[in-house]
């Protein structure tokens, strides 16, 4: 199973970045997919989340009306879209796998990770 993360960059404040997680290597349809951000020093953090079969997402508070999460099943890519950023977003940024029944919300209780892209976004 792979996770390959992709599209992290420098940008400025206000800015926009389109981050991928090119899946392969099993079926994903009873799994949700989750991005997550790690900021230096800090723990792994939840930012959004989607199921692999159906429409449901999720966000984090911190994101919520900024970041889009979807994804194209022909391709198997999960996309994040971040609008608006902020200094703030500075991060590395994870995709995930979970299955169903163990918590998107909870980084170690997924299943398979990217490598990480990371975001840096300036003042």
């Known amino acids: 199973v792979q996770l390959q993360a992709s599209g992290g960059g420098l940008v400025q404040a206000g800015g926009s970045l389109r981050l991928s997680c090119a899946a392969s290597?099993?079926?994903?349809?009873?799994?949700?997919m989750g991005w997550f951000r790690q900021a230096p020093g800090k723990e792994r953090v939840f930012v959004a989340t989607i199921r692999w079969s159906g429409s449901s997402t999720s966000y984090a508070d911190s994101v919520k009306g900024r970041f889009t999460i979807s994804r194209d099943n022909v391709k198997n890519v999960v996309y994040l879209q971040m609008n608006s950023l902020k200094p703030e977003d500075t991060a590395v940024y994870y995709c995930?796998?979970?299955?169903?029944?163990?918590?998107?919300?909870?980084?170690?209780?997924?299943?398979?990770w990217g490598q990480g892209t990371l975001v840096t976004v300036s003042s």
């Open positions: 290597g099993r079926t994903f349809s009873n799994y949700y």
């Open positions: 995930g796998a979970v299955v169903f029944g163990r918590s998107w919300r909870v980084a170690s209780d997924y299943d398979y």
